[in-house]
């Protein structure tokens, strides 16, 4: 904490945050109010969508985010960014300057200052805020798990429906085990939000080492001439494939490996297999059926999943990206197990072959420890 408030940027960015309800609309007059969002053309104000957004009120109060300024650098950001933005022509000391007047604190080098005590009340408040943002976050995680669970439990076992197919057609299968993961379903009217339309999707469940459901990823499909059930097309890949509920730290169980029992149960030093999708942890479960197999959804979320004590060495089969972002995001993952005291070991396809599945359909499974 520093000696004085108004140079302590986290509590002034928090005060003007606490404000957003009546500094928003002031900032942004052209905002329409949505629930508990303020909704608005961008930062850049060019009127023809409103393609961004800023929280009101609740756990993301002040917070805002804008779809269409990404390549300016500027798509998201708290109540200081957008003072900045809006009132200082992205000035940062302006906007400090700024925040101080509006939230009447004394200005900087004026020689005046805080009374301990108002200090004090500020620090409070600010962390009174902070726990009831945590609450409400809390809450907030509850319900969205609650709703995924609820969604995949309207799902049908994967065999002989559409998701089976789409499986089939990646040459997937569910042999040599002889059954599909319970942890897949399918289910053919999946409310898919940006098209707002109702599409099968395969569902797969999200859970964390003790088995807490927490969300569901969907993977949408499509019925298309000559080749049969597909990944949902001609949208990006982010909306063919959308978790519902919470991801984080979380992984979808493919495979129980030789022990067959839960992974909270599993014995010390088994490795964990884990992929970054679901259709690669299938592909590993086909050519090493012996072992524990995981898919994390994400690249990040390899490196954010929690295993039990009892884990020990972790075998990352992970895509072949030779994309820089890619590979910086593999190493980071790599790096954060281990710093939790796994034993980390890297598998990839061949060069050639984008991922594992790609692999299985070109030359035969051949995934080595």
Same mark, same amino acid.
């Given at each position: 904490?520093?000696?004085?408030?108004?140079?302590?940027?986290?509590?002034?960015?928090?005060?003007?945050?606490?404000?957003?309800?009546?500094?928003?609309?002031?900032?942004?007059?052209?905002?329409?109010?949505?629930?508990?969002?303020?909704?608005?053309?961008?930062?850049?104000?060019?009127?023809?969508?409103e393609?961004?957004?800023?929280?009101?009120?609740?756990?993301?109060?002040?917070?805002?985010?804008?779809?269409?300024?990404?390549?300016?650098g $500027?798509?998201?950001?708290?109540?200081?960014?957008?003072?900045?933005?809006?009132?200082?022509?992205?000035?940062?000391a302006?906007?400090f300057?700024?925040?101080r007047?509006?939230?009447?604190?004394?200005?900087? @080098?004026?020689?005046?200052?805080?009374?301990?005590?108002?200090?004090?009340?500020?620090?409070?408040?600010?962390?009174?805020?902070?726990?009831?943002? $945590?609450?409400?976050?809390?809450?907030?995680?509850?319900?969205?798990?609650?709703?995924?669970?609820?969604?995949?439990?309207r799902?049908?076992?994967?065999?002989?429906?559409?998701?089976?197919?789409?499986?089939?057609?990646?040459?997937?299968?569910?042999?040599?085990?002889?059954?599909? *993961?319970?942890s897949?379903?399918?289910?053919?009217?999946?409310?898919?939000?940006?098209?707002?339309?109702?599409?099968?999707?395969?569902?797969?469940?999200?859970?964390?080492?003790? @088995?807490?459901?927490?969300?569901?990823?969907?993977?949408?499909?499509?019925?298309?001439? @000559?080749?049969?059930?597909e990944?949902?097309?001609?949208?990006?890949?982010?909306?063919?494939?959308?978790?519902?509920?919470?991801?984080?730290?979380?992984?979808? *169980?493919i495979?129980?490996?030789?022990?067959g029992?839960?992974?909270?149960?599993?014995?010390?030093?088994? *490795?964990?297999?884990?992929?970054?999708g679901?259709?690669?942890?299938?592909?590993?479960?086909?050519?090493?059926?012996?072992?524990?197999?995981?898919?994390?959804?994400?690249?990040?979320?390899?490196?954010?999943?929690?295993? *039990?004590?009892?884990?020990?060495?972790?075998?990352?089969?992970?895509?072949?990206?030779?994309?820089?972002?890619?590979?910086?995001?593999?190493?980071r993952?790599?790096?954060?197990?281990?710093?939790?005291g796994?034993?980390?070991?890297?598998?990839?396809?061949?060069p050639?072959?984008?991922?594992?599945?790609?692999?299985?359909?070109?030359?035969?499974?051949?995934?080595?420890?």
């Amino acid at each position: 904490m520093s000696a004085a408030f108004d140079d302590d940027t986290r509590l002034i960015i928090d005060q003007l945050n606490a404000r957003a309800s009546t500094l928003g609309p002031e900032l942004l007059p052209n905002g329409r109010k949505s629930g508990n969002k303020l909704m608005f053309s961008g930062i850049a104000d060019h009127g023809k969508s409103e393609s961004a957004y800023l929280h009101l009120s609740g756990p993301k109060q002040g917070l805002w985010l804008d779809l269409g300024n990404a390549a300016q650098g $500027e798509d998201r950001g708290d109540m200081l960014d957008l003072l900045r933005l809006k009132r200082c022509g992205g000035d940062k000391a302006a906007a400090f300057a700024e925040a101080r007047r509006e939230l009447g604190l004394p200005e900087r @080098g004026s020689g005046k200052r805080i009374s301990d005590a108002d200090r004090k009340a500020m620090e409070e408040a600010s962390r009174k805020r902070a726990e009831e943002r $945590e609450a409400a976050e809390q809450r907030e995680r509850a319900k969205k798990a609650s709703n995924a669970k609820r969604l995949f439990l309207r799902g049908e076992a994967l065999g002989g429906t559409p998701g089976e197919q789409y499986f089939l057609g990646r040459a997937l299968s569910c042999e040599p085990v002889g059954a599909w *993961p319970g942890s897949l379903r399918y289910f053919g009217e999946t409310h898919h939000g940006p098209l707002q339309a109702k599409l099968p999707a395969v569902l797969a469940c999200i859970v964390t080492a003790e @088995g807490q459901h927490i969300g569901t990823h969907r993977i949408f499909l499509q019925k298309t001439r @000559g080749r049969g059930w597909e990944k949902l097309r001609g949208v990006p890949d982010a909306t063919a494939k959308m978790v519902l509920g919470n991801m984080w730290g979380g992984f979808v *169980p493919i495979h129980k490996g030789r022990s067959g029992v839960s992974m909270a149960q599993m014995a010390e030093g088994e *490795p964990v297999y884990v992929t970054e999708g679901i259709e690669d942890a299938i592909a590993v479960r086909m050519a090493k059926p012996e072992a524990r197999i995981v898919a994390a959804i994400s690249l990040p979320n390899i490196g954010a999943i929690l295993l *039990p004590p009892a884990a020990r060495r972790l075998v990352v089969v992970a895509d072949r990206d030779d994309k820089a972002e890619a590979q910086d995001a593999l190493e980071r993952a790599i790096a954060q197990q281990q710093a939790r005291g796994l034993e980390v070991s890297l598998v990839m396809p061949p060069p050639g072959f984008k991922d594992v599945n790609d692999w299985l359909r070109g030359q035969g499974a051949g995934v080595a420890a």
